[in-house]
């Protein structure tokens, strides 16, 4: 079971928080869990819980963030979500035919490249909820993911495949690297992983 440290950042690479994860293949899908820390480290001001099942569909999500909560998943094809302040009060659902949740989380970049199951030097098109700081508002966007390369790198417990990935958002534009080890983040825009205690777990490629 991954366990570890991400820093998150802005554009100009200051850190803007931190997510204590570990991460785990499960009886029937994967599940990412974090605590999302403060610049201190320690002070705790969110979480994220991604459940995924064998498929990648994002069957469970909880998001926790600036007194917002976001609870929901996909089912029928379609993205479902309540949205409630942290007392449970102020309460929205909605939906969106969308394939999963996307956000700052680097666990939501692992959730939609298992979705995909991409092979080196193809690409594919995913429609996504994202779910916007600081209030955790649900905005419905098309996101284009190219898996570009993989490499392995020694490790002291074998090769380790690397995957590299570029992302566009197709409305705004705006151009992101992510950087794979099974199911854990190397390397992203606006993420670096700080600590990983055990290696990546490694996933079963889907055939595409």
């Known amino acids: 079971m991954p366990r570890g440290l991400y820093s998150l950042r802005d554009q100009d690479g200051t850190v803007v928080a931190y997510e204590r994860f570990s991460c785990a293949p ?8 974090a605590q999302v820390l403060a610049l201190d480290g320690r002070t705790p001001t969110g979480l994220v819980d ?18 917002w909560v976001v609870r929901g998943g996909v089912a029928d094809g379609e993205t479902v979500w309540v949205r ?9 659902e909605g939906t969106a035919p969308a394939a999963g949740f996307t956000g700052r989380s680097p666990g939501f970049l692992v959730a939609v490249a298992r979705l995909l199951g991409l092979r080196a030097g193809t690409s594919s098109r995913v429609r996504l909820v994202a779910l916007t700081d600081p209030a955790l508002a649900p905005v419905p966007v098309e996101v284009a993911w190219s898996l570009t390369a993989v490499e392995e790198y020694p490790t002291g417990v074998g090769p380790r495949p690397v995957e590299r990935y570029e992302t566009a958002d197709l409305a705004g534009g705006q151009r992101a690297a992510v950087h794979l080890a099974g199911d854990v983040v190397l390397a992203a825009t606006g993420v670096e992983l700080d600590a990983l205690d055990t290696p990546p777990t490694l996933p079963s490629r889907k055939s595409r």
């Open 50 to 67: 991604v459940t995924t099942d064998a498929s990648g569909l994002q069957i469970r999500v909880e998001v926790r963030a600036g007194g």
């Open 26 to 33: 499960g009886p029937v899908g994967w599940r990412y869990n």
């Open 84 to 92: 409630t302040g942290a007392s449970g009060e102020d309460a929205g």
